[in-house]
């Protein structure tokens, strides 16, 4: 089962790569370490605004 979604996956890079007119390892490299690790980053700050937000509501009502 594994093995199958592996190879699933590195067949959908390979079409994107194709469509795209690139190379596996180019569409492996934006997508794993430059789009993952700003998506964290992104996420990350939206976690800390929301948790501040919170915070001033709770203040507000005690």
Do not use: H
């Not at 079409?15 to 795209?20: L, P």
């Not at 934006?30 to 992104?42: A, D, E, H, K, R």
């Amino acid at each position: 089962m594994v093995d199958y979604f592996f190879y699933l996956c590195v067949d959908i890079l390979a079409w994107i790569a194709k469509v795209t007119g690139t190379t596996y390892e180019l569409v492996n490299i934006i997508i794993f370490v430059i789009g993952y690790p700003l998506f964290v980053i992104i996420l990350i700050l939206i976690i800390f605004n929301q948790s501040k937000k919170i915070k001033k509501l709770r203040n507000k009502i005690d």
